[in-house]
Structure formats: structure tokens, C-alpha cells
């Protein structure tokens, strides 16, 4: 889990796009943060509950957060 460069707090995933009910569902409940259908140039991965945003480069351990968050709301990858 990443951590807030602003603020120190920790952060949730941050995703784009069209969301899967699981996302939706996670971002209800705060495990998730959802950035729009939009995507900037170089887009944030992470955001705090004060709305900050940021771009963490360990795509791993952001790949890892995001599938255990939407799995614990139901979704599978098989």
C-alpha cells in the first residue's frame, strides 16, 4: 500500500475507465477510488481519502492491492 506524499495517509487504488460492478462496489465502501472515464497523460494510481493523488512506480504492489480489493467484492480473473 502506498502512502500519501502530502498528507502521510494511506492511499487506495486510483482506476480509470468504465468501472466492473466489483470497483463500483469497493469504491462505495472506500477500498477504491474511481478517476473517470478520462485519463490524464500520466495518471495518478493512488489516492488518499483527502483527495490527493499521486503516481507510485511499484506497479506490482498496485497491481496486487487493486485485485485483493476487487476480489473481496466478488470479481474473478478465471
Not at 16 to 33: C, D, I, T
Amino acid at each position: 500500500m502506498s502512502s500519501c506524499p502530502e498528507c502521510g495517509v494511506a492511499g487506495v487504488p486510483l482506476i480509470f475507465g468504465l468501472p466492473v460492478p466489483e470497483a463500483v462496489a469497493a469504491a462505495r465502501s472506500g477500498e477504491l477510488a474511481l478517476g473517470g472515464c478520462l485519463m490524464p497523460p500520466q495518471p495518478p494510481n493512488w489516492e488518499c481519502p483527502g483527495g490527493h493523488r499521486w503516481r507510485d512506480g511499484d506497479e506490482t504492489a498496485f497491481d496486487e492491492r487493486l485485485l485483493t480489493v476487487l476480489a473481496a467484492h466478488g470479481y474473478r480473473t478465471d
